[in-house]
């Protein structure tokens, strides 16, 4: 089973409008002689969404929002819909980061919510599973993933699958510069695929793109990517550097 690669960029809290447009053009030149086939997704924050796709449009380059509200309007302070991020030109949006867990406390239940709202309207959405150091290190990390991604998929339903992507992102590797091992990320990516088949079927988690994050960088993106079940990259730090992130984008495996 081939599945298409994807590689994400993640500008988190970072860019103002003048330094995203310079970052877009840069990566959307790096994009015009990528060696084969793939997927490049942009998360802007969205604040410069707008700008971001004029800038990408016509390039293949899908745009995601960082998180994305359930209904598509209403009282919500901080928040942003669908609607909106469809609005500004994307159509895609990230979910359950860990960042959104752990600092601003969101849990399965919301990310759920999050998730299938964002389904509903016809995103194409990533969800982020992810065990903490303290976790990993009382060995709860398949269990805590199991958890996550079954209450993160829950009233999801098999149609809806083919827009949607797994991303494992251990929460002590990221912007900590710590990388799980090609093989220690395959191992819980071979997991989550097999969560996959429980949940729905063989079919659904052949096909479903489970990306990894976490401190990815030039230096070990081909190797990451070399493992069968890593279908991409979820990159932070790493996508904020045009040079850094074109390289991710042309990794060879
Ligand atoms: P990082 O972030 O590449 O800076 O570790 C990854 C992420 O949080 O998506």
Not at 121 to 150: A, N, P, W
Not at 192 to 209: F, G, I, S
Not at 222 to 250: E, K, T, W, Y
Request: hydrophobic letters at 45%.
């Amino acid at each position: 089973m081939s599945r298409r690669p994807l590689l994400v960029g993640n500008w988190k809290m970072h860019t103002t409008v003048v330094e995203a447009c310079q970052l877009a053009a840069a990566i959307r030149q790096g994009c015009a002689d990528l060696p084969e086939e793939r997927d490049i997704m942009l998360a802007p924050p969205a604040t410069v969404l707008s700008e971001v796709s004029h800038i990408v449009h016509g390039s293949g380059i899908i745009l995601a929002g960082q998180n994305v509200c359930w209904g598509p309007q209403g009282a919500f302070t901080g928040e942003i819909s669908a609607v909106m991020i469809q609005g500004a030109g994307g159509n895609a949006a990230l979910v359950g980061h860990s960042e959104r867990r752990q600092i601003f406390h969101e849990d399965d239940a919301m990310v759920n919510r999050r998730l299938r709202g964002g389904l509903d309207q016809g995103l194409l959405m990533i969800l982020c599973v992810g065990e903490t150091l303290e976790e990993r290190e009382g060995g709860q990390t398949l269990s805590v993933l199991e958890e996550q991604l079954r209450a993160g998929l829950s009233g999801v339903s098999i149609a809806q699958c083919d827009r949607l992507a797994i991303a494992y992102e251990p929460v002590w590797a990221i912007g900590t510069g710590l990388t799980a091992s090609g093989e220690q990320a395959q191992e819980v990516h071979s997991f989550l695929r097999d969560q996959v088949t429980l949940l729905y079927e063989k079919n659904v988690a052949d096909q479903m793109r489970i990306l990894y994050g976490g401190s990815v960088k030039p230096d070990n993106i081909d190797q990451l990517m070399a493992q069968p079940d890593i279908d991409g990259a979820l990159v932070g730090g790493a996508a904020l550097d045009a040079a850094s992130f074109i390289r991710i984008m042309q990794f060879k495996a």
